[in-house]
């Protein structure tokens, strides 16, 4: 699942087995890879469906984001990435 994804831990770790619930709701002192990154010191965005879509709330805000929302505008007619 996502959840163990982005903790890195088993579901049984993380107490999570279905679309309901999320790893801050069962375990809220876990660290997600993005945040761990984070407090390290690295800038953190997301592409995709990191998460399950509202598991946890607003794609875990700012506390595994750099930024809100995560995700980098869209850029019509990109023939190559930009940094």
């Not at 619930?21 to 592409?47: I, Q």
Request: hydrophobic content about 30%; glycine content about 8%.
């Amino acid at each position: 699942s996502r959840n163990s994804f982005m903790t890195g831990r088993r579901p049984d770790a993380i107490r999570v087995y279905n679309f309901v619930d999320h790893f801050r709701s069962t375990e809220p002192a876990s660290v997600s890879m993005p945040e761990y990154f984070k407090r390290l010191g690295y800038v953190t965005t997301g592409a995709g469906k990191s998460f399950q879509p509202g598991k946890p709330p607003d794609f875990d805000g700012l506390r595994s984001w750099s930024a809100f929302p995560p995700y980098l505008p869209l850029q019509k007619n990109l023939t190559r990435c930009h940094a």
